[in-house]
């Protein structure tokens, strides 16, 4: 029977061709590009005043305990480990982290949360439609559509006038049905650089409590706009007010620990039974998925934070972080009139007034890297390539 096979079985060779992620595909053009003086603002990472990724000092000592330390590297099971949740609870809720409601999971990093989180959502409601304001990620609305629920995108940016299209978005919020779910982008997420502001934030938790919706914030960037309490307004706000509470989170950007996957995954609902079953439901997933995350980087998050010194250290690595991105914001936006708005947004990302064509001719005449958007990454490049940046947009912008 072994050797019979079916006249029509389909082999891997029958797999359509993927059309990639725009942002995996911008990389591999980066490294295809043999020219010495590129500038690649097109992934988000953070790089230092020489144009680095360093691994933070904290970090490097904390690495160096775990290795002095470590006596076994035996499985820890699919909740990861719990000291490092634990430790992440203040930092991420602040006066919510007594509350017994919510309950976190290590995941391999913030998308590993957010496919995490969706699949349990869609666990429990597969018609529950997701609102996303665009532009988004790239992998949002895929994640959304491969647990099996659907998108719906709504304007949330005005180009032209490097604005939030707010009433756009409330309507849109307004339009949802009990159930539905809000995607939201916590401080210095969104890729426009166009993060609500405080009185922002307070309306969409009002439509999102008026309509029943089930909040999703995904943060990946605390600690890069104005400080850790000041950017986790948003989660708070929702934890708040709504009863059911969804967050992704990562460690990845604010540890600078990017490739060692490190985030977590945080539910709310009305009661402490319901977190426990929910949890068993995010346990079961994760073992169908991953089946257990990966220790390192978190284990050495959780040293930094378990260690009152290291920690300090680390809200002083973090600060030096925040500071050259807002310094950069500032030395881009004066260099044109054109350019002010970036001076008064948080965070790595902005959209230049770029068409895709003048994004086009940045890559080829001046191998400048960004999204066909003209999304950057203000801090993907070091002190010395900034005025040839802001030289080539400019130019670019004229043209
Ligand atoms: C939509 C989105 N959310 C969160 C993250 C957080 O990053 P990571 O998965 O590297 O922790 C990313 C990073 O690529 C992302 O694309």
Redesign the pocket.
């Known amino acids: 029977m072994l050797t019979q096979t079916h006249a029509q079985a389909r082999g891997l060779a029958d797999l359509p061709p993927v059309v990639n992620d725009s942002?995996i595909a911008l990389i591999g053009m980066v490294n295809a590009d043999p020219r010495p003086d590129k500038i690649d603002v097109g992934v988000?990472v953070f790089r230092d005043g020489a144009g680095n990724t360093p691994i933070l000092k904290v970090i490097k000592e904390a690495e160096q305990r775990l290795r002095d330390t470590q006596t076994t590297k035996a499985y820890l099971g699919s909740a990861g480990d719990k000291r490092f949740t634990e430790l992440l609870r203040p930092i991420l809720l602040g006066d919510h982290a007594g509350d017994e409601r919510i309950v976190g999971v290590q995941t391999?990093?913030?998308?590993?949360?957010?496919r995490l989180g969706f699949e349990l959502l869609a666990a429990a409601n597969r018609e529950a439609r997701v609102f996303i304001g665009g532009p988004?990620?790239?992998?949002?609305p895929p994640?959304v559509e491969a647990v099996g629920l659907t998108p719906v995108e709504f304007p949330y940016y005005e180009r032209g006038q490097g604005a939030i299209r707010f009433e756009d978005m409330i309507d849109a919020l307004r339009s949802g049905e009990p159930g539905d779910i809000a995607l939201l982008h916590g401080c210095c997420?969104n890729p426009t650089g166009a993060d609500l502001d405080e009185g922002q934030w307070r309306q969409v938790r009002d439509a999102v409590v008026e309509r029943g919706l089930v909040p999703f914030v995904?943060?990946?960037y605390q600690g890069f706009g104005r400080g850790l309490d000041e950017d986790a307004y948003g989660v708070r706000l929702m934890l708040d007010s709504c009863d059911e509470v969804i967050v992704?989170q990562?460690?990845?950007?604010n540890f600078s620990v990017?490739r060692d996957?490190?985030?977590s995954l945080w539910i709310k609902t009305r009661s402490a039974e319901d977190s426990a079953k929910a949890m068993a439901h995010v346990y079961k997933i994760a073992r169908e998925m991953w089946s257990m995350p990966p220790d390192h980087g978190a284990a050495a998050v959780r040293i930094v934070l378990d260690d009152p010194q290291l920690c300090e250290r680390w809200l002083v690595e973090l600060a030096g972080m925040r500071d050259r991105i807002n310094s950069v914001r500032q030395r881009i936006a004066a260099a044109d009139p054109r350019l002010t708005f970036i001076g008064r947004q948080f965070g790595m990302f902005s959209m230049l007034p770029l068409s895709k064509e003048q994004v086009l001719k940045l890559r080829s005449d001046h191998a400048i890297y960004m999204a066909e958007s003209g999304r950057f990454n203000v801090v993907g490049m070091g002190d010395v390539a900034i005025d040839r940046f802001i030289a080539a947009v400019v130019a670019a912008m004229d043209s």
């Not at 391999?108 to 957010?114: D, I, R, S, T, V």
């Not at 988004?136 to 949002?140: F, L, Q, V």
């Not at 990562?250 to 950007?253: T, V």
């Open positions: 942002l988000g391999p990093g913030g998308c590993g949360a957010l988004t990620w790239p992998n949002h994640i997420h995904d943060i990946a992704a990562s460690c990845d950007k990017y996957r490190v985030g």
